[in-house]
Nanobody, 126 residues
């Protein structure tokens, strides 16, 4: 089992910044990747960014490229999402996800991830 705890959400004005954190505990030694997804009211959960836990590949949704940066601190089992130049359309609940073991889907696919956090609200006012 893996437990994921997100933090760092909140209310910010358009153009502002926030940093989300996600700390994993439990069976993290077999973690392959971690990612961020978001879900706005009335919309499906969508991919935001992801990283392989051992380093190397990262992936971003086109809508957040050049504004958001994903990073990780393996020693702390923590993943971060630095969000800059926030827009009202970034408003959503942001979920942290972990992929444990071999799951044959791409980093951008929600089906790759078998553990999810509880979500943290990000609200961007215009």
């Amino acid at each position: 089992q893996v437990q994921l705890v997100e933090s760092g959400g909140g209310l910010v004005q358009a153009g502002g910044s926030l940093r989300l954190s996600c700390t994993a505990s439990g069976r993290t030694f077999s973690m392959y990747a971690m990612g961020w997804f978001r879900q706005a009211p009335g919309k499906e959960r969508e991919f935001v960014a992801a990283t392989r836990w051992s380093g190397g590949n990262t992936a971003y949704a086109d809508s957040v490229k050049d504004r958001f940066t994903i990073s990780r601190d393996n020693a702390k089992n923590t993943m971060y999402l630095q969000m800059n130049s926030l827009k009202p359309e970034d408003t959503a609940v942001y979920y942290c996800a972990a992929s444990i073991g071999v799951v044959p889907h791409g980093l951008e696919s929600k089906y790759k991830y078998n553990y999810w956090g509880q979500g943290t609200q990000v609200t961007v006012s215009s």
